[in-house]
């Protein structure tokens, strides 16, 4: 039987704490988690107790308990929700506690469960973690997440292997990609946030108000938010520190215009959402707006979420990510965003991210007025490789290139 790497665990918990969350002396540490993580979740506690932190509470989850909601409990449970926790959690953050979560469920637990349930639930769910999820989103403390490979994920990755083997193989595959498998991943995230930041000042002192895009399919005007700040790899929280949020993390990304995209584009790697792959989108963009939308398989769901409400046609993101990147070079498709979205430049439609301007104290209505798009999803598609160039336009309407063939010209 297969066993997952112990010094790799352990090199990527150390990762984790020291880079990740960059936990401070004294500070406490919330951190959620499949139960599956279990070895994960004991060398995170104990690199963070060697970094002084105060208290460390782990909060896991599991499939068979999750399920067995949904199979048996009576039907007025799923217009509630455990609100003393997420207020406990708010509460939690009010007072600079840390934050990591581990990802690594069933991205199909729910799949054969109710609908009805399953979207009360979820609804439930979002309005009682609010106080939680505001505090992560507006980034007022150091926060980070890693991965874990579990089981039904490692199968859905590599369904044709002994689960030992898949889980093994799905491991290695999230150690490399998170910069965990080289003798010092602390060095070499230093370095790679070193690399980021001077592509993230390149294209700020360029202050680009248009990206270009042109490849097979692909002939699309992106303009970018006004006061857009680009932004990648390690950034400041409001409590003072600086983390790595995403683990892996290959992108530099900012707020595009909502109202000033023009052209057409297609997806150059298929896009897994909620348990359907949408592959081949095509689409055309007019003053911002989706109008047309095609895509070879999964165009029912593709039609749905551009449906979803106002802002779902519109963009909130758009990222530069070279096809050398680690996670493009491995050829997984991981069925997880917070891999797949590193694998190639991409856009997201729906929701912007408010911290991607320079002014970090804008009202959402400024935040609107900017060109900041909102909209209850977002959803990352690949539009980049190694055949799609990319030109920065400037004010002055210069042309300059910032990827040939899928690679930064800087
Ligand atoms: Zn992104
Ligand atoms: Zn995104």
Sequence with gaps: MKKIDEQKIDKLANLAVKRGVSLQKGQNLLISAPIEALPLVRKITEHAYKEGANIVTPLFSDDEITLSRFKYAPDESFDTATNWLYNGMGEAFDNNTARMAI????????????????????????????????????????????????KAWAKRVFPNLQEDEAIVKLADAIFDASRASVEDPIAAWDEHNKSLKIKTD??????????????????????????????????????????????????????????????????????????????????????GKIIEAHASKGEEVLQKVLNSDEGARRLGEVALVPNSSPISQ?????????????????????????????????????????????????????????????????????????????????
Aim: charged share 25%.
């Design 103 to 150: 990802a690594g469920d069933d991205p199909m637990l729910l799949a054969e469960m109710d609908p009805d349930k399953v979207s009360r639930a979820n609804k439930a769910t979002n309005k009682a973690y609010k106080p939680a999820r505001e505090r992560i989103t507006e980034f007022k403390i150091n926060w980070n997440i890693i991965s874990w490979p579990g």
């Design 330 to 410: 491995s050829e997984i498709i991981f069925f997880n965003t917070l891999f797949d979205e590193n694998a190639a430049s991409h856009i997201a439609l729906g929701q912007c991210y408010t911290k991607c301007f320079k002014d970090k104290n804008l009202s959402s209505e400024e935040v609107k007025s900017n060109g900041g798009n909102s909209s209850m999803i977002h959803i990352d598609w690949m539009i980049g490789s190694e055949q799609v160039d990319v030109d920065g336009i400037n004010l002055e309407g210069k042309s300059i290139p910032i990827f040939q063939k899928g690679e930064w010209c800087k």
């Design 202 to 287: 390149w294209l700020n002192n360029h202050n680009f108000q248009t990206l270009h895009y042109k490849g097979p399919g692909t002939d699309l005007k992106i303009d970018l938010a006004d006061g857009h700040e680009w932004m990648g790899g390690a950034s400041l929280a409001q409590n003072g520190i600086i983390c790595n949020p995403n683990i892996p993390s290959e992108e530099v990304f900012t707020t595009p215009h909502a109202f000033k995209v023009e052209g057409h584009v297609c997806s150059t790697k298929p896009l897994s959402y909620q348990g359907t792959l949408i592959d081949e989108i095509k689409v055309t963009f007019k003053e």
